[in-house]
Protein backbone atom coordinates (compact mmCIF):
# COMPACT_ATOMS: atom_id res chain seq x y z
CA UNK A 1 0.00 0.00 0.00
CA UNK A 2 1.50 3.39 -0.71
CA UNK A 3 2.37 5.30 2.19
CA UNK A 4 0.31 8.37 1.92
CA UNK A 5 -2.24 6.14 1.51
CA UNK A 6 -1.67 4.37 4.75
CA UNK A 7 -1.22 7.36 6.31
CA UNK A 8 -4.90 8.70 5.08
CA UNK A 9 -6.47 5.94 6.45
CA UNK A 10 -4.90 5.77 10.06
CA UNK A 11 -5.54 9.88 9.88
CA UNK A 12 -9.08 9.65 9.15
CA UNK A 13 -9.42 7.17 11.99
CA UNK A 14 -8.65 9.29 14.53
CA UNK A 15 -11.58 10.59 16.57
CA UNK A 16 -10.68 12.07 20.04
CA UNK A 17 -13.06 10.15 21.85
CA UNK A 18 -11.77 6.45 20.55
CA UNK A 19 -8.06 7.77 21.75
CA UNK A 20 -6.27 7.62 24.70
CA UNK A 21 -7.47 10.02 26.91
CA UNK A 22 -3.16 11.14 27.46
CA UNK A 23 -2.38 11.61 23.46
CA UNK A 24 -5.56 14.20 23.51
CA UNK A 25 -3.84 15.95 26.54
CA UNK A 26 -0.75 15.97 24.88
CA UNK A 27 -2.02 17.67 22.26
CA UNK A 28 -3.55 20.46 24.31
CA UNK A 29 -0.02 20.94 25.81
CA UNK A 30 1.47 20.97 21.80
CA UNK A 31 -1.35 23.74 21.07
CA UNK A 32 -0.47 25.79 24.42
CA UNK A 33 3.07 25.79 23.51
CA UNK A 34 2.43 27.20 19.86
CA UNK A 35 0.07 29.92 21.33
CA UNK A 36 2.32 31.22 23.66
CA UNK A 37 5.28 31.51 21.40
CA UNK A 38 2.90 33.07 18.92
CA UNK A 39 3.10 36.12 21.80
CA UNK A 40 6.42 36.02 22.68
CA UNK A 41 8.52 38.18 20.47
CA UNK A 42 6.76 40.02 18.01
CA UNK A 43 9.57 42.79 17.51
CA UNK A 44 11.96 40.42 16.26
CA UNK A 45 12.53 41.69 12.72
CA UNK A 46 10.83 38.88 10.48
CA UNK A 47 7.97 39.03 12.64
CA UNK A 48 7.29 42.46 12.10
CA UNK A 49 7.89 41.80 8.62
CA UNK A 50 5.04 39.02 8.20
CA UNK A 51 2.46 41.36 10.02
CA UNK A 52 2.98 43.78 7.72
CA UNK A 53 2.20 41.74 4.76
CA UNK A 54 -0.61 40.69 6.90
CA UNK A 55 -2.05 43.81 7.33
CA UNK A 56 -2.16 44.40 3.24
CA UNK A 57 -4.49 41.78 3.09
CA UNK A 58 -8.57 41.47 4.52
CA UNK A 59 -10.01 38.57 5.79
CA UNK A 60 -11.77 36.77 8.45
CA UNK A 61 -8.27 35.04 10.21
CA UNK A 62 -6.86 36.33 13.10
CA UNK A 63 -3.48 37.13 13.57
CA UNK A 64 -2.57 36.42 17.48
CA UNK A 65 -2.67 39.16 19.97
CA UNK A 66 -2.93 41.95 17.20
CA UNK A 67 -5.90 43.84 16.01
CA UNK A 68 -5.48 42.47 12.58
CA UNK A 69 -7.79 40.18 10.51
CA UNK A 70 -6.83 38.55 7.73
CA UNK A 71 -6.72 35.61 4.44
CA UNK A 72 -6.36 31.95 5.26
CA UNK A 73 -3.52 31.83 3.60
CA UNK A 74 -1.71 35.03 5.03
CA UNK A 75 -3.13 33.92 8.67
CA UNK A 76 -0.77 30.25 8.39
CA UNK A 77 2.00 32.43 7.39
CA UNK A 78 2.45 34.82 9.73
CA UNK A 79 1.35 32.57 12.45
CA UNK A 80 4.00 30.10 11.82
CA UNK A 81 6.45 32.77 11.49
CA UNK A 82 5.33 34.34 14.69
CA UNK A 83 6.04 31.10 16.32
CA UNK A 84 9.34 31.02 15.30
CA UNK A 85 10.49 34.48 17.14
CA UNK A 86 10.93 33.19 20.43
CA UNK A 87 12.47 29.86 18.77
CA UNK A 88 10.54 28.23 21.85
CA UNK A 89 8.26 26.41 19.88
CA UNK A 90 7.64 22.02 20.35
CA UNK A 91 10.38 19.97 18.89
CA UNK A 92 10.91 16.44 17.39
CA UNK A 93 14.32 15.45 18.54
CA UNK A 94 14.29 12.13 16.31
CA UNK A 95 14.23 14.71 12.90
CA UNK A 96 15.23 17.99 14.35
CA UNK A 97 12.46 19.55 13.80
CA UNK A 98 9.89 22.22 14.98
CA UNK A 99 6.29 20.37 13.37
CA UNK A 100 3.88 22.54 15.76
CA UNK A 101 5.63 25.94 13.77
CA UNK A 102 4.06 24.56 11.08
CA UNK A 103 0.92 22.29 12.14
CA UNK A 104 -0.88 24.57 14.12
CA UNK A 105 -1.24 27.81 12.34
CA UNK A 106 -2.47 25.67 9.48
CA UNK A 107 -5.04 23.89 11.45
CA UNK A 108 -5.94 27.47 13.62
CA UNK A 109 -6.36 29.30 10.16
CA UNK A 110 -8.39 26.73 8.62
CA UNK A 111 -10.50 26.07 11.96
CA UNK A 112 -11.38 29.54 11.98
CA UNK A 113 -12.09 30.38 8.41
CA UNK A 114 -14.48 27.20 8.47
CA UNK A 115 -15.61 27.76 12.21
CA UNK A 116 -14.64 24.06 13.24
CA UNK A 117 -14.89 21.78 16.39
CA UNK A 118 -12.23 22.12 17.82
CA UNK A 119 -12.59 18.49 18.81
CA UNK A 120 -11.60 18.32 15.04
CA UNK A 121 -8.90 20.83 15.48
CA UNK A 122 -7.30 18.32 18.33
CA UNK A 123 -7.60 15.09 15.84
CA UNK A 124 -6.24 17.23 13.09
CA UNK A 125 -3.05 17.96 14.84
CA UNK A 126 -2.77 14.56 16.17
CA UNK A 127 -2.74 13.40 12.50
CA UNK A 128 0.21 16.15 11.35
CA UNK A 129 2.04 15.04 13.90
CA UNK A 130 1.64 11.40 12.75
CA UNK A 131 3.02 12.26 9.17
CA UNK A 132 5.27 14.60 10.73
CA UNK A 133 7.46 12.50 13.13
CA UNK A 134 7.06 9.35 10.69
CA UNK A 135 8.29 11.32 7.38
CA UNK A 136 11.02 12.83 10.30
CA UNK A 137 12.17 9.52 11.53
CA UNK A 138 12.98 8.07 7.87
CA UNK A 139 14.73 11.22 6.76
CA UNK A 140 16.65 12.64 9.27
CA UNK A 141 17.13 9.73 11.95
CA UNK A 142 20.10 7.83 12.69
CA UNK A 143 22.36 11.24 12.10
CA UNK A 144 23.46 12.37 8.51
CA UNK A 145 24.55 15.72 6.93
CA UNK A 146 21.78 18.33 7.82
CA UNK A 147 21.64 20.11 3.99
CA UNK A 148 18.19 20.67 4.29
CA UNK A 149 15.87 22.26 7.33
CA UNK A 150 13.93 19.06 8.91
CA UNK A 151 11.05 21.65 9.61
CA UNK A 152 11.02 23.04 5.92
CA UNK A 153 11.55 19.67 4.52
CA UNK A 154 8.03 18.10 6.49
CA UNK A 155 5.95 20.98 7.38
CA UNK A 156 3.79 21.03 4.43
CA UNK A 157 3.22 17.23 4.62
CA UNK A 158 2.13 17.49 7.74
CA UNK A 159 -0.06 20.70 7.71
CA UNK A 160 -1.73 18.94 4.81
CA UNK A 161 -2.31 15.52 6.63
CA UNK A 162 -4.01 17.94 9.76
CA UNK A 163 -5.93 19.70 6.74
CA UNK A 164 -7.35 17.32 5.57
CA UNK A 165 -8.14 15.35 8.59
CA UNK A 166 -9.85 18.65 9.89
CA UNK A 167 -11.55 19.18 6.53
CA UNK A 168 -13.05 14.98 6.73
CA UNK A 169 -11.60 14.63 3.02
CA UNK A 170 -12.25 10.70 2.29
CA UNK A 171 -9.09 8.31 2.25
CA UNK A 172 -8.07 9.13 -1.59
CA UNK A 173 -8.33 13.04 -1.18
CA UNK A 174 -6.40 12.75 2.28
CA UNK A 175 -3.71 11.05 0.87
CA UNK A 176 -3.45 13.45 -2.46
CA UNK A 177 -2.81 16.36 -0.48
CA UNK A 178 -0.10 14.45 1.47
CA UNK A 179 1.45 13.89 -1.63
CA UNK A 180 0.27 17.10 -3.43
CA UNK A 181 2.36 18.91 0.02
CA UNK A 182 5.17 16.72 -0.33
CA UNK A 183 6.23 18.43 -3.84
CA UNK A 184 6.79 21.83 -2.10
CA UNK A 185 9.23 19.91 0.81
CA UNK A 186 12.28 22.53 1.21
CA UNK A 187 14.07 24.60 3.12
CA UNK A 188 17.91 25.67 2.84
CA UNK A 189 20.23 25.44 6.03
CA UNK A 190 22.67 27.98 4.81
CA UNK A 191 21.01 30.62 7.17
CA UNK A 192 22.77 28.07 10.31
CA UNK A 193 26.04 28.37 8.87
CA UNK A 194 26.02 32.24 8.40
CA UNK A 195 24.02 32.80 11.54
CA UNK A 196 20.75 34.95 9.58
CA UNK A 197 16.84 34.08 10.09
CA UNK A 198 15.71 33.75 7.02
CA UNK A 199 14.79 29.82 8.79
CA UNK A 200 11.99 31.59 10.47
CA UNK A 201 9.76 31.67 7.16
CA UNK A 202 10.20 27.77 6.66
CA UNK A 203 7.88 27.26 8.34
CA UNK A 204 5.21 29.73 6.98
CA UNK A 205 5.99 28.30 3.65
CA UNK A 206 4.62 24.93 4.85
CA UNK A 207 1.81 26.17 6.21
CA UNK A 208 0.51 27.78 3.56
CA UNK A 209 1.25 24.95 1.24
CA UNK A 210 -0.70 22.50 3.26
CA UNK A 211 -3.54 24.79 3.46
CA UNK A 212 -3.25 24.71 -0.60
CA UNK A 213 -2.39 20.94 -0.97
CA UNK A 214 -5.55 20.41 0.78
CA UNK A 215 -7.94 22.50 -0.68
CA UNK A 216 -6.42 20.73 -4.04
CA UNK A 217 -7.16 17.60 -2.70
CA UNK A 218 -10.53 18.63 -1.80
CA UNK A 219 -11.42 20.16 -5.55
CA UNK A 220 -10.12 16.87 -7.46
CA UNK A 221 -6.08 17.33 -7.74
CA UNK A 222 -4.63 14.18 -7.21
CA UNK A 223 -0.45 13.45 -7.30
CA UNK A 224 1.29 9.87 -7.90
CA UNK A 225 0.47 7.33 -5.27
CA UNK A 226 4.26 6.83 -4.51
CA UNK A 227 5.26 10.64 -3.82
CA UNK A 228 6.63 9.57 -0.64
CA UNK A 229 8.40 6.32 -0.52
CA UNK A 230 9.02 6.25 -4.83
CA UNK A 231 12.54 6.11 -6.34
CA UNK A 232 12.04 9.59 -7.31
CA UNK A 233 9.93 10.28 -4.31
CA UNK A 234 10.25 12.65 -1.11
CA UNK A 235 12.42 10.04 1.61
CA UNK A 236 15.05 9.16 -1.39
CA UNK A 237 15.44 12.35 -2.89
CA UNK A 238 16.31 13.44 0.89
CA UNK A 239 18.11 10.58 2.07
CA UNK A 240 17.95 7.10 1.19
CA UNK A 241 14.67 5.53 -0.69
CA UNK A 242 15.45 2.41 1.29
CA UNK A 243 14.79 3.95 4.73
CA UNK A 244 10.86 4.45 3.76
CA UNK A 245 9.90 1.19 5.81
CA UNK A 246 10.98 3.18 8.60
CA UNK A 247 8.17 5.39 8.19
CA UNK A 248 5.57 2.97 7.96
CA UNK A 249 6.83 0.81 10.63
CA UNK A 250 4.19 0.36 13.76
CA UNK A 251 1.75 2.71 12.03
CA UNK A 252 -1.47 2.61 14.23
CA UNK A 253 0.25 1.63 17.12
CA UNK A 254 1.56 4.17 19.12
CA UNK A 255 1.27 8.38 18.47
CA UNK A 256 4.24 9.84 17.38
CA UNK A 257 3.02 13.08 19.40
CA UNK A 258 4.08 11.58 22.20
CA UNK A 259 7.62 12.44 20.81
CA UNK A 260 7.39 15.94 21.17
CA UNK A 261 9.40 17.65 23.23
CA UNK A 262 9.12 21.31 24.78
CA UNK A 263 11.66 23.37 25.20
CA UNK A 264 12.29 25.45 28.38
CA UNK A 265 15.45 27.27 26.94
CA UNK A 266 14.86 30.21 23.77
CA UNK A 267 17.20 28.27 22.07
CA UNK A 268 18.21 25.52 19.10
CA UNK A 269 17.43 21.72 21.05
CA UNK A 270 20.91 21.10 20.82
CA UNK A 271 21.28 23.25 23.65
CA UNK A 272 18.78 23.08 25.93
CA UNK A 273 20.75 20.11 27.93
CA UNK A 274 23.87 21.83 28.34
CA UNK A 275 22.22 25.26 29.35
CA UNK A 276 20.38 23.21 32.30
CA UNK A 277 23.46 21.47 33.19
CA UNK A 278 25.18 25.06 33.20
CA UNK A 279 22.96 26.67 35.53
CA UNK A 280 23.25 23.34 37.85
CA UNK A 281 26.79 24.50 37.87
CA UNK A 282 26.45 27.97 38.61
CA UNK A 283 24.13 27.67 41.90
CA UNK A 284 27.62 25.49 43.42
CA UNK A 285 28.61 27.64 46.65
CA UNK A 286 32.25 27.24 44.97
CA UNK A 287 31.22 28.68 41.83
CA UNK A 288 31.75 32.58 40.51
CA UNK A 289 31.82 33.34 36.65
CA UNK A 290 35.02 35.76 37.40
CA UNK A 291 37.50 32.21 38.80
CA UNK A 292 36.70 30.02 35.24
CA UNK A 293 40.00 28.81 34.13
CA UNK A 294 38.14 26.69 31.25
CA UNK A 295 34.81 24.54 30.13
CA UNK A 296 34.42 21.01 28.92
CA UNK A 297 30.91 20.64 27.38
CA UNK A 298 30.04 16.85 26.26
CA UNK A 299 27.79 16.58 24.23
CA UNK A 300 26.24 13.87 21.19
CA UNK A 301 27.10 13.72 17.96
CA UNK A 302 23.76 15.06 16.09
CA UNK A 303 24.59 18.36 18.50
CA UNK A 304 28.08 18.80 17.22
CA UNK A 305 27.20 18.44 13.66
CA UNK A 306 24.16 20.49 13.60
CA UNK A 307 25.29 23.81 11.60
CA UNK A 308 25.59 26.71 13.53
CA UNK A 309 26.27 24.45 17.04
CA UNK A 310 29.31 24.42 16.87
CA UNK A 311 30.50 27.83 17.28
CA UNK A 312 32.88 29.46 19.26
CA UNK A 313 33.78 32.38 17.43
CA UNK A 314 32.05 35.79 17.19
CA UNK A 315 28.53 36.01 17.80
CA UNK A 316 26.74 38.20 15.40
CA UNK A 317 23.27 38.08 16.24
CA UNK A 318 20.72 36.38 18.20
CA UNK A 319 20.06 33.88 16.23
CA UNK A 320 23.27 32.85 16.23
CA UNK A 321 23.39 33.25 19.90
CA UNK A 322 20.46 30.64 19.70
CA UNK A 323 22.67 28.10 17.93
CA UNK A 324 26.02 28.03 19.80
CA UNK A 325 26.26 25.67 22.18
CA UNK A 326 29.40 27.35 23.45
CA UNK A 327 27.99 31.09 24.32
CA UNK A 328 24.57 29.75 25.46
CA UNK A 329 26.69 27.63 28.29
CA UNK A 330 28.90 30.79 28.42
CA UNK A 331 25.90 32.98 29.00
CA UNK A 332 23.88 30.61 31.45
CA UNK A 333 27.48 30.79 33.47
CA UNK A 334 27.90 34.44 33.34
CA UNK A 335 24.83 35.29 33.89
CA UNK A 336 23.16 32.66 36.58
CA UNK A 337 19.96 32.18 34.89
CA UNK A 338 18.35 30.74 31.78
CA UNK A 339 15.77 33.98 30.03
CA UNK A 340 15.70 35.05 26.63
CA UNK A 341 17.53 38.12 28.07
CA UNK A 342 20.85 35.93 27.79
CA UNK A 343 20.29 35.68 23.87
CA UNK A 344 19.00 39.19 23.00
CA UNK A 345 22.59 40.23 24.78
CA UNK A 346 24.91 38.49 21.98
CA UNK A 347 27.27 41.24 22.23
CA UNK A 348 28.11 40.88 25.82
CA UNK A 349 32.00 40.99 25.70
CA UNK A 350 31.96 39.17 29.14
CA UNK A 351 30.09 35.99 27.55
CA UNK A 352 32.00 36.33 24.66
CA UNK A 353 35.32 35.64 26.68
CA UNK A 354 33.63 33.25 28.44
CA UNK A 355 32.39 31.17 25.25
CA UNK A 356 36.05 31.28 23.96
CA UNK A 357 36.82 29.02 27.34
CA UNK A 358 34.70 25.97 26.31
CA UNK A 359 35.62 23.16 24.60
CA UNK A 360 32.94 21.25 22.92
CA UNK A 361 33.40 17.22 22.47
CA UNK A 362 31.53 13.96 21.49
CA UNK A 363 30.52 12.03 24.48
CA UNK A 364 29.98 8.44 23.13
CA UNK A 365 27.26 7.42 25.85
CA UNK A 366 25.38 10.53 24.89
CA UNK A 367 25.33 9.71 21.01
CA UNK A 368 24.25 6.20 21.35
CA UNK A 369 20.97 7.29 23.57
CA UNK A 370 20.00 10.18 21.42
CA UNK A 371 17.21 10.78 20.81
CA UNK A 372 15.74 8.43 23.30
CA UNK A 373 17.61 10.76 26.12
CA UNK A 374 19.42 14.03 25.25
CA UNK A 375 22.28 14.45 27.55
CA UNK A 376 25.29 16.47 28.46
CA UNK A 377 27.63 17.19 30.54
CA UNK A 378 29.53 20.31 32.10
CA UNK A 379 32.95 20.32 33.25
CA UNK A 380 34.02 23.79 34.76
CA UNK A 381 37.91 24.39 35.88
CA UNK A 382 38.33 27.20 38.50
CA UNK A 383 40.84 28.88 39.53
CA UNK A 384 43.28 26.83 42.52
CA UNK A 385 42.49 23.96 40.37
CA UNK A 386 38.82 22.95 41.74
CA UNK A 387 36.69 21.53 39.11
CA UNK A 388 32.49 21.32 38.89
CA UNK A 389 31.47 18.79 37.29
CA UNK A 390 27.41 18.23 36.55
CA UNK A 391 26.14 15.42 34.63
CA UNK A 392 22.47 15.42 33.63
CA UNK A 393 21.22 12.05 30.98
CA UNK A 394 18.38 13.71 29.75
CA UNK A 395 16.81 17.17 28.85
CA UNK A 396 14.09 18.49 31.86
CA UNK A 397 11.75 19.43 29.10
CA UNK A 398 8.66 21.47 30.04
CA UNK A 399 5.09 20.29 30.98
CA UNK A 400 1.48 21.30 30.93
CA UNK A 401 1.45 23.50 33.90
CA UNK A 402 4.63 25.65 33.14
CA UNK A 403 3.78 26.30 29.37
CA UNK A 404 -0.27 27.11 30.76
CA UNK A 405 1.64 29.37 32.74
CA UNK A 406 3.88 30.90 30.28
CA UNK A 407 0.68 31.14 27.80
CA UNK A 408 -0.62 33.24 31.04
CA UNK A 409 1.90 35.28 31.62
CA UNK A 410 2.61 36.34 27.56
CA UNK A 411 -1.65 36.52 27.20
CA UNK A 412 -1.38 38.82 30.02
CA UNK A 413 1.41 41.02 28.61
CA UNK A 414 -0.29 41.17 25.23
CA UNK A 415 -3.70 40.66 25.83
CA UNK A 416 -4.30 41.55 29.43
CA UNK A 417 -5.32 39.90 32.53
CA UNK A 418 -8.79 39.13 31.64
CA UNK A 419 -8.28 38.02 28.59
CA UNK A 420 -5.06 35.56 29.60
CA UNK A 421 -7.56 33.82 32.04
CA UNK A 422 -10.30 32.52 29.32
CA UNK A 423 -7.60 32.12 26.94
CA UNK A 424 -5.89 29.46 28.63
CA UNK A 425 -8.74 27.92 30.10
CA UNK A 426 -10.15 27.84 26.61
CA UNK A 427 -6.58 26.24 24.99
CA UNK A 428 -6.50 23.74 28.16
CA UNK A 429 -10.07 22.32 27.49
CA UNK A 430 -10.61 22.66 23.40
CA UNK A 431 -12.12 19.41 22.18
CA UNK A 432 -14.79 19.67 24.77
CA UNK A 433 -17.27 21.82 23.17
CA UNK A 434 -15.37 25.19 21.92
CA UNK A 435 -14.95 26.22 18.87
CA UNK A 436 -11.56 26.98 17.01
CA UNK A 437 -13.50 30.36 16.16
CA UNK A 438 -14.19 30.84 20.04
CA UNK A 439 -10.59 30.38 20.74
CA UNK A 440 -9.17 32.20 18.25
CA UNK A 441 -11.39 35.21 19.25
CA UNK A 442 -9.60 35.54 22.23
CA UNK A 443 -5.95 35.64 20.70
CA UNK A 444 -7.61 38.86 19.33
CA UNK A 445 -6.88 42.77 20.70
CA UNK A 446 -9.64 44.35 21.52
CA UNK A 447 -10.95 47.28 20.12
Same mark, same amino acid.
Given at each position: ??????????N???????????? =??K?R?????Y???T??? %??F???R?A?????????DC??P??R? *??S???A??T?A??S????????????A?????????????L??????????LL????????V?G???????????????????VLG?A????????L???? =?????A??????????????W?????T?H????G?AA?N????????????????? +??E?????I???R?G??S??A?EG?????????I %?H?? +??A??FV???C????? =????????????EE???? !????A?A????N??????DMQ???????F?????L????I??????E??NP? !??A?A??????????F??????L????V? !????G?K +????? %?E?L???????L?D???TYAH???G??QA? !??T?L????????R? *???? %?E?R?R?
Amino acid at each position: MPLARAFAIHNNAIDIQGIPVSV =VDKARTCLIDYLSSTMGD %QEFPMARHALALAAEESGDCTIPATRI *RTSLHQAAFTGAVLSGATSQIDTHPESASHPGSAIWPALLALGEAKDLDGADLLAGAIAAYEVSGRLGRAIFGGGGAFNMRPTGVLGAAAAAAGCARLLRLD =VQQSAAAICIAANTAGGLMEWARTGTTEHMFHAGFAARNGITAALLARAGSCAADT +TLEGPRGMIASFRDGTRSGIAAEGLGSSFEINAI %QHKQ +TPACLFVQTPCQAALT =VATDPAYGPERIEEIRVH !VCGPAIAYPGCNNPGKIGDMQAARLSIQFSVAAVLWHGRIATENWREFSNPA !VAALAAKVILREEARFSRNFPKLQGALVE !VDLEGGK +TLLVA %QEDLRALGCPELSDRLHTYAHRCLGIEQAG !VLTGLAKGIGAGSRV *RELM %QEMRLRD
